[in-house]
């Protein structure tokens, strides 16, 4: 017999005894009353896991449904799988298909097929249906390094081929089946179809949206809402990378291999600068004066704000610099939550009122004092900032609340121009695995906040769900809003990034909730082959408020 510690999803611990070789699935059909969503995957000794592993000593095991980002992974890659099967199933099995970015609370995907229509994706979606009701087995075995380079040798031209040869820290990853469609995995899958009973497929513009449940929201599929302007910023994206003849991530690595990467690093740059010099000259012929930007966290927004005050001085315009943190209530006139703290990415964290005056009072041409907040002391500071606009001269305001309309209420909407900023990564590991964009945001938090504020790898892993919980109340409801979308991403930066994260990864214990993450991370990273020298990278770039060297912040 062993002795398990488990960790149920709705938090409730319990030690039970089982004959060795007993899984976490059985485990979890145990209690269903502490199951409150599927569980999809389970972390045992800190060490992300399939449901059907068999446990043969005492351990501490966590079962993780969907609001875990790794049970949130481990059903997007499931569903990609039969999604894949069902696609080769009604197209035929040579039909290339492009996972490509995330979009509408799902996955903008391209069938490279010319019979697509909504005949043809209805198929799609009865085989997938089909495949679900009679709960497909989906099979998984772990494979090295050679045995991976075996299983795609026979077309060494593939994505799949061109990151591992070129990748030489990818040591190993996971040989997944369900029905005749296989292929590789860089996490554990669920172990059959029937655990997939919440999605949607639906076409949308030049491709199709494979849809599922949002990670707040485990046990139903989210209404559809079209992100127009998010599409086509990442339609933006995928132009530039045309440009820099780098779609995967294959391609990034060959660059640095062959020492030719300074010349994207360069192109990149450029791209992100002629990007803002038109933002500028929107905003200019808009005649617009408040100039409101918001986005998530480790976006680049102070970078991005004060580029943007540079190209606008380059036309002609005097931009006045501003930040909505300064608008925070004193600390002694918030109230704190039942824990005692104060929210300061709430909106009521926040003087609206003054706020809305100052930027009247500023647009009327009145001399007014700007505060500056003391985050020591929690209070806002009179006096350092008195000053006054002149007429048509623009004010760049830079805050997470920049897009929600009661930030600006009072202020009249004919003087707002609203930027929603984030790093939109379109580039891709190969045609079936993307590179989620809150990987890349919470890597460049990692370095930045180990370099400014000494935080450990491990506590802004222990922080990421709760920022990434602010974001979906206080920042992503509100991007519809914005008159125009800035993508943030650098091009090469996840070779610049593992320099720095990795080392910090490699630190966090094993005994640590953290640790499997963490593994992820590093299991994430070693696609890339590593950018060692960075010195190619201007003191300008939005890159280097994360790693170091900026001139803007």
Not at 44 to 72: F, I
Not at 104 to 111: C, E, N, R
Not at 461 to 490: K, L, M, T
Request: hydrophobic share 35%; proline share 4%; charged share 25%.
């Amino acid at each position: 017999m062993i002795r398990i510690t488990v960790k149920y999803p709705d938090g409730y611990t319990r030690e039970s005894e089982a004959e060795a070789g007993i899984t976490p699935q059985q485990l979890a059909e145990r209690h269903p009353e502490h199951c409150p969503y599927q569980v999809l995957a389970c972390s045992v000794n800190n060490v992300n896991e399939r449901l059907t592993a068999a446990l043969k000593e005492d351990c501490e095991l966590e079962l993780l449904d969907m609001r875990s980002p790794y049970g949130n992974m481990c059903y997007q890659s499931s569903l990609s799988l039969i999604y894949l099967e069902a696609v080769h199933h009604v197209f035929g099995k040579d039909t290339r298909v492009t996972i490509a970015n995330s979009l509408s609370k799902g996955l903008f995907t391209v069938i490279h097929s010319p019979g697509i229509s909504d005949e043809s994706i209805r198929k799609v979606s009865e085989r997938m249906k089909k495949t679900v009701s009679a709960d497909m087995m989906i099979s998984e075995k772990r494979i090295n390094r050679q045995e991976m380079l075996d299983y795609l040798k026979g077309d060494k031209d593939s994505e799949e081929y061109r990151l591992v040869d070129t990748a030489a820290d990818l040591q190993e990853c996971l040989l997944v089946q369900a029905g005749e469609e296989s292929g590789l995995s860089y996490c554990h899958l669920v172990p059959s179809a029937g655990y997939l009973k919440l999605f949607d497929v639906r076409r949308y513009r030049n491709g199709v949206l494979l849809r599922f449940p949002h990670y707040l929201h485990p046990d139903v599929v989210p209404p559809y809402e079209e992100q127009k302007q998010m599409y086509e910023a990442f339609s933006e994206e995928t132009h530039w990378e045309n440009l820099m003849n780098v779609r995967f991530v294959a391609d990034l690595n060959q660059m640095v291999l062959t020492d030719n990467y300074r010349e994207l690093i360069m192109l990149s740059e450029a791209l992100h600068e002629k990007k803002v010099a038109e933002i500028a000259e929107m905003i200019h012929a808009s005649q617009r004066r408040i100039i409101l930007i918001a986005g998530p966290s480790s976006s680049g927004k102070t970078s991005f704000a004060k580029r943007l005050c540079i190209q606008l001085r380059v036309i002609g315009l005097k931009p006045l610099y501003l930040g909505t943190d300064d608008y925070f209530i004193d600390r002694e006139d918030l109230i704190p939550d039942e824990n005692g703290e104060v929210d300061y990415e709430s909106l009521s964290a926040v003087d609206v009122n003054l706020f809305a005056e100052q930027m009247n009072d500023l647009l009327a041409g009145k001399k007014v004092d700007i505060p500056s907040f003391d985050f020591i002391e929690g209070k806002k500071i009179y006096g350092k900032r008195i000053t006054s606009v002149e007429e048509g001269q623009p004010i760049v305001i830079e805050g997470i609340h920049g897009l929600n309309p009661a930030m600006t209420t009072g202020i009249d909407d004919a003087e707002k121009f609203k930027i929603y900023i984030s790093p939109l990564t379109q580039l891709n590991i190969d045609m079936h695995h993307r590179i989620p964009t809150t990987d890349a945001r919470m890597l460049r938090r990692m370095v930045r906040d180990y370099r400014t504020r000494g935080h450990s790898a491990a506590q802004t892993i222990h922080d990421w769900p709760d920022v990434r919980a602010g974001e979906e109340v206080y920042i992503f409801p509100y991007n519809s809003e914005a008159d125009v979308f800035f993508n943030s991403q650098c091009l090469y930066e996840l070779a610049v990034l593992k320099k720095y994260a990795e080392p910090l990864l490699k630190e966090i214990p094993a005994d640590t909730p953290e640790y499997s993450e963490a593994q992820r991370m590093l299991g994430f990273l070693s696609f890339f082959v590593a950018i060692e020298d960075d010195s190619a990278i201007a003191n300008n770039s939005i890159l280097r408020e994360f790693i170091g060297g900026s001139i803007l912040v």
